[in-house]
């Protein structure tokens, strides 16, 4: 016989479940880079930081270090910093399963004010390794 309160049961238990697992790795990469842009715009060096790979290198030439204090100094010399990123696009890495890569059009303002003083264009690439369950920016280039 058909009991309405064990059928009501087990889809709270079934959707209870659904919500306690992990997002997929290729949203979980969407989100780390969204969050890297959040703590840039927000003038959140250490945060950023905090997101790069021990081993982070940029433009084959920057790295954690040098990219932190290129960041303090974009913060000290403009108070407004914006970052708006078109097309963003991430993908795992189809041979790695701990490496992701995005690509993304990307402009830069910085201003002391309302008016942008700086606009920077870039085309980004980049490439992310999750290291304990946390994807970090491992390489990151741009034209």
């Given at each position: 016989m058909y009991n309405?309160?064990?059928?009501?049961?087990?889809?709270?238990?079934?959707?209870?479940?659904?919500?306690?697992?992990?997002?997929?790795?290729?949203?979980?990469?969407?989100?780390?880079?969204?969050q890297l842009q959040h703590n840039l715009e927000n003038r959140q060096a250490g945060a950023a930081t905090r997101q790069l790979h021990a081993d982070f290198m940029a433009q084959q030439y920057y790295n954690r270090q040098a990219a932190q204090q290129q960041m303090l100094g974009l913060f000290l010399r403009?108070?407004?910093?914006?970052?708006?990123?078109?097309n963003r696009q991430c993908q795992l890495d189809k041979g790695y399963y701990d490496l992701g890569h995005c690509t993304a059009q990307v402009a830069v303002t910085g201003a002391q004010g309302l008016i942008p003083e700086r606009l920077e264009h870039y085309q980004v690439t980049s490439q992310w390794q999750l290291t304990d369950k946390e994807w970090q920016l491992h390489r990151l280039d741009w034209k």
């Amino acid at each position: 016989m058909y009991n309405p309160a064990k059928g009501l049961a087990w889809i709270v238990c079934a959707l209870t479940l659904m919500a306690c697992t992990s997002p997929a790795p290729e949203d979980a990469l969407n989100e780390a880079a969204k969050q890297l842009q959040h703590n840039l715009e927000n003038r959140q060096a250490g945060a950023a930081t905090r997101q790069l790979h021990a081993d982070f290198m940029a433009q084959q030439y920057y790295n954690r270090q040098a990219a932190q204090q290129q960041m303090l100094g974009l913060f000290l010399r403009y108070k407004n910093v914006n970052i708006i990123v078109l097309n963003r696009q991430c993908q795992l890495d189809k041979g790695y399963y701990d490496l992701g890569h995005c690509t993304a059009q990307v402009a830069v303002t910085g201003a002391q004010g309302l008016i942008p003083e700086r606009l920077e264009h870039y085309q980004v690439t980049s490439q992310w390794q999750l290291t304990d369950k946390e994807w970090q920016l491992h390489r990151l280039d741009w034209k």
